[in-house]
């Protein structure tokens, strides 16, 4: 295994909060009535996105064992992915109105967000969109929880959302530790009918969030370095696992429980994280509507060649314990591409894009990619990234180099 040279660098202090409950196993929806009484809920807002909730029958079984177990809901659908802040505006509303006081997502990572953003703005006076421009901080909110249909997110156990908002085709997040969910109910077998496309897209988001985290300067952490690293192969070898066999429910298990654990925190205690893949990304989400997974593999590549050489031993580390490259120890830069090259690979192997042509179908316009840099960059006032911090022409150049 490839080990970096100690630095001289002190490690960087931590807080770990993970208070998310996790019910894992096949029968865990059998729990969720005695669950939501648990954490205060009498009255129940099950949340959930379109039709295949319906078609599974699951979104039946949860009401009916709420129901059995004398808890009141209502119900709200509608999401899609890409959450919508006029569907959660919507859903705040209907919440006062019936006196909600627990919301229970039932889905992915697009209904636990969208549960979030309402349960924000319950007991907030004003629109639940200031939290996501930054312009207020909430000093209470329903408690959220979720059943968990495609692992993705890791939304629910982690303290983020994400909301599109339709005036303007702003896709913004949003962390703050009181929307960690109280539980979350886990079936692996709930996730044997996602499409191949959707299982590889998730693969792609939860690999990044620990990946996020990873490309760091911060070299002194080596236990949370090593358990990213096996998290980031075991989810390899587990989707290469599930699209051969889709009803595989030990790499179904391997699958979901990894997309909670690598978005949690424990892959990042101790080092600084990035992010500036996901905020690149968010501008081709919001202006073209795409797969949130797919669309970070169509950034990764390019935004890894422009910034490598700021930790480039992370990045040869990278291609070595990760990606299983050859070290060439002479030529340190050769092998850091190499890394990347067999991301690359892994992505086309697993039915992802490499760059914005072959994401949404077409070539991007330099209107487009200005477009997008001016939102990135919040009409050229902010940064993003850590590892290189990037300003707006380097947003530009990197939507460039991604462009295909």
Request: proline share 4%.
């Amino acid at each position: 295994m490839q080990k970096p040279l100690l630095s001289n660098t002190d490690m960087k202090d931590f807080n770990y909060y993970a208070p998310t409950e996790v019910v894992f196993g096949e029968q865990a929806e059998e729990q969720v009535a005695a669950l939501v009484k648990k954490y205060g809920g009498t009255k129940v807002l099950v949340h959930y996105g379109g039709q295949s909730a319906k078609r599974s029958g699951l979104l039946d079984k949860i009401c009916d064992l709420l129901r059995e177990g004398g808890v009141t809901y209502v119900t709200l659908g509608g999401v899609v992915p890409n959450p919508r802040l006029s569907l959660a505006q919507k859903g705040i509303e209907l919440c006062r109105q019936e006196g909600i006081d627990f919301i229970l997502a039932v889905g992915g990572g697009s209904v636990i967000d969208s549960a979030k953003c309402i349960a924000y703005g319950v007991p907030y006076e004003g629109n639940v969109w200031d939290f996501y421009l930054g312009k207020a901080e909430p000093k209470q909110m329903l408690p959220v929880a979720s059943v968990l249909t495609i692992p993705a997110a890791g939304s629910e156990m982690s303290e983020s959302s994400v909301i599109t908002n339709e005036d303007g085709d702003v896709k913004l997040g949003y962390s703050n530790n009181l929307s960690r969910p109280k539980f979350a109910i886990m079936n692996p077998r709930r996730t044997m009918t996602l499409p191949p496309y959707q299982t590889a897209a998730g693969v792609t988001d939860m690999m990044m969030h620990t990946m996020e985290r990873y490309f760091t300067k911060d070299d002194d952490m080596d236990f949370t370095t090593d358990l990213a690293e096996a998290s980031l192969r075991n989810i390899k070898n587990a989707v290469f696992a599930v699209l051969k066999n889709p009803e595989d429910y030990r790499y179904r298990a391997q699958i979901m429980w990894g997309g909670s654990l690598m978005h949690n925190g424990l892959t990042g205690c101790g080092v600084s994280d990035d992010w500036a893949t996901h905020q690149l990304e968010h501008e081709l989400s919001g202006m073209f509507d795409v797969t949130h997974g797919a669309g970070l593999a169509a950034i990764w590549p390019s935004w890894a060649r422009y910034v490598m050489h700021e930790n480039l031993s992370r990045f040869v580390r990278f291609a070595v314990n990760v990606m299983d490259v050859p070290n060439d120890f002479t030529d340190p830069e050769g092998t850091a591409l190499k890394g990347i090259e067999a991301m690359e690979r892994f992505y086309h192997a697993i039915g992802m894009p490499i760059n914005i042509k072959e994401l949404i179908g077409k070539d991007i316009s330099d209107e487009e990619i200005k477009e997008m840099t001016r939102k990135c960059s919040r009409d050229y006032t902010a940064t993003c990234g850590c590892l290189k911090v990037l300003k707006a022409e380097d947003m530009e150049t990197i939507y460039k180099m991604a462009r295909g």
